[in-house]
């Protein structure tokens, strides 16, 4: 109780010793803080995630004696009433567009592990832009070409080694863990 009340009062000498203008600045950036539509649309996504975990079990696994089970994860949590994509990671996949997007120069794209294609799909939003989605799970793949198509996104099933060095301007993998 004393470490608490000696932690108030220098946090009340601070207060004092600041001006009208940097107490109000102070108080307009929490404020922003605690009312930003974007950090709170993530504390949501966050707590949604949490909260559904609870009824839905992700036992995402992928090993090379299991294969890619991602895609059949997503179906059977889909059929039991759960989401279809994690919402962190649309949120993930979404950042990381938002990132390619400040620079115009990428107007050639490879997405390794694509996955459903959110990604893919957000990118080639933009005009005048080729996007190559690869992914080596079929089903995940045949799902992204049938419900995530557009005319400059293209879905394989080729390694990165198959692509030459300097043939796209950026390669994205998102959660994607290389194994040997």
Not at 11 to 19: D, G, Q, V, Y
Not at 20 to 42: A, G, M, T, V
Not at 51 to 77: C, H, I, M, P, W
Not at 129 to 141: H, I, K, L, P, T
Request: glycine share 4%; aromatic share 12%.
């Amino acid at each position: 109780m004393n470490n608490f009340i000696s932690f108030q009062k220098s946090r009340f000498s601070r207060i004092k010793k600041m001006s009208f203008s940097q107490f109000y600045s102070k108080l307009i950036e929490k404020l922003d803080h605690l009312f930003s539509p974007i950090k709170n649309l993530r504390r949501a996504a966050f707590a949604l995630d949490k909260f559904s975990l609870s009824f839905f079990e992700d036992n995402y696994q992928e090993r090379e004696e299991v294969g890619a089970v991602n895609f059949e994860v997503k179906t059977e949590r889909q059929q039991m009433g759960g989401y279809f994509e994690q919402p962190l990671i649309v949120l993930l996949n979404r950042a990381c567009n938002q990132l390619i997007n400040y620079d115009s120069s990428c107007q050639k794209i490879l997405e390794v592990g694509s996955g459903t294609g959110i990604f893919a799909y957000e990118a080639a939003k933009e005009n005048g832009r080729q996007v190559v989605a690869s992914e080596f799970n079929d089903g995940a793949r045949s799902w992204a070409d049938a419900n995530r198509k557009r005319d400059n996104l293209t879905y394989c099933k080729l390694p990165l080694s198959e692509f030459t060095k300097n043939e796209f301007d950026v390669v994205v993998s998102i959660e994607v863990i290389q194994q040997p």
